[in-house]
Each structure stands twice: as structure tokens, then as C-alpha cells.
């Protein structure tokens, strides 16, 4: 996931000097930020983790030694829509779902002193409802940066499956974010592709506590994650 967003960031930054240093070109969709709706399209990648958050009694609860949280690139597809707000303030609003797994890693001490791993892996298909200001800068004829801020509200339509396996780690169907990042906006000949990059902020504790010794060593799981996207509209 870092190779692939510090060969976007190269790319971007390629491309804008490019954009940067044309003077004399014939600029597409002239009149397009002049609309007061348009709509489209995003696909693109994530790569969400989790917060964790031990027991105040971590050591004493159980014998899980240790808990690691392991992020892996999941999916998202979805449409969007955009109401202009001013010259450079939009109001972005999305329906994405997304595919995305998360593993804990629990590390255990045995009776006998030794050390065993145990990995309880988790995944999820989610509804995703991102709603973001977006903040636009002069466009540069067929090129603009911008910065987008918000929230995004998830909702978990895998949380709280597997109920006959007693050990499995469940979570809640909740999940609010603070959501902010930036991107480039390309005018091409018949559509605008843009290129974005966002971090999510989990705000609730997603852990759904049952006494077991897998969730009582913990306090709490908050999300986190990176969401690299291109927009079609």
C-alpha cells in the first residue's frame, strides 16, 4: 500500500508540473464548474486497519501476551454525486461499497511458558456514506488540486456473522469517521477524472465485547484506514 500511494503521489506531482508549464492550451469542459449538479462515478482501493486499545488489566484478564492489528488492501465501488456550493466550495456526497479484511493477531503464552500465535481474521462488506466539503483552487487550464473534509458514515454488513464459532471477534454494525485528504482534478474531452487520496478517522469503540478471552483483553477497536480513489464524472 506505501508503494502503490508514493507512485501515485510521483505521478501526480508529474502530471501537475506538466499541466503547470503549458500556457497555451485549449482548455476542455470551459463551462463545467459552472454546473450546479453533476455526477459520476468512483472506484479505487483501501487499506483499513484498526486502533487498538488494550484492557486496563490487559496482563491480568488472560494470558494473551500481546495484540497486533494487520491491515490488508481491500475495495471500493460506488456512485457520486457534487452540488456546487461557490466558485471554489463543493458539497460531495457518496454511496460506496466496499470489501475490506482486518486480522488481530494475538500472541499466547501456553502453561508450560511457550509461546503460540493465534490469528482471528475479520471480514467485511461495508455500505460506505462519505459526505465532504471540497475546497478547489484556481484551475490551471485543464488541472486543479483541491482538499476535501467531512465524515463517513459505515455500516457493517458483516458484523456480528459467524455465531456458531464461539472464539470469533465481532464487531458492531456502526462504524462514524472523520474523513479528510486531497486530490487533483484532470478536464479531459468528454469527462473530469479526478485522483484522491483520504484518511478515515474511526470515532466509536466497533468492538463487540462477549466475555471471551479474545475480547476481553480489550478496551476497544477503532478503525483506520487509507482510501485511494479515482473519479469519474
Not at 508503494?3 to 503549458?22: D, E, F, G
Not at 449538479?37 to 494473551?64: C, K, P
Not at 471480514?123 to 465524515?151: D, H, W
Amino acid at each position: 500500500m506505501r508503494r502503490m500511494i508514493a507512485c501515485a503521489v510521483v505521478l501526480l506531482l508529474a502530471v501537475s508540473n506538466i499541466c503547470a508549464q503549458k500556457r497555451n492550451v485549449i482548455k476542455n469542459l470551459p463551462n463545467y464548474d459552472y454546473k450546479t449538479w453533476h455526477f459520476g462515478f468512483s472506484i479505487g482501493t483501501n487499506n483499513l486497519g484498526f486502533r487498538v486499545d488494550r484492557a486496563d488489566e490487559f496482563m491480568e484478564l488472560s494470558n494473551v501476551y500481546g495484540v497486533d492489528a494487520v491491515k490488508y488492501s481491500g475495495f471500493h465501488v460506488g456512485p457520486l454525486s457534487n452540488l456546487r456550493l461557490n466558485k471554489y466550495m463543493d458539497l460531495r456526497m457518496m454511496f460506496d461499497l466496499s470489501f475490506n479484511q482486518r486480522d488481530l493477531v494475538y500472541h499466547i503464552v501456553l502453561d508450560k511458558g511457550t509461546m503460540d500465535v493465534r490469528t482471528m481474521q475479520i471480514r467485511s462488506t461495508m455500505l460506505e456514506f462519505p459526505v465532504l466539503i471540497k475546497y478547489k483552487a484556481e484551475r490551471i487550464n485543464n488541472f486543479a488540486p483541491y482538499v476535501v473534509a467531512g465524515g463517513t458514515f459505515r455500516y457493517d454488513l458483516s458484523a456480528g456473522k459467524n455465531p456458531e464459532d464461539e472464539e470469533a471477534v465481532r464487531l458492531k454494525h456502526i462504524d462514524p469517521c472523520l474523513s479528510f485528504g486531497g486530490g487533483f482534478d484532470f478536464y479531459l474531452q468528454y469527462f473530469k477524472l479526478a485522483i484522491e487520496l483520504r484518511y478515515n478517522l474511526g470515532l466509536l469503540n466497533t468492538l463487540q465485547p462477549d466475555g471471551g478471552i479474545y475480547t476481553g483483553c480489550l478496551k476497544s477497536l477503532k478503525s483506520n484506514g487509507i482510501t485511494l480513489s479515482l473519479h469519474f464524472e
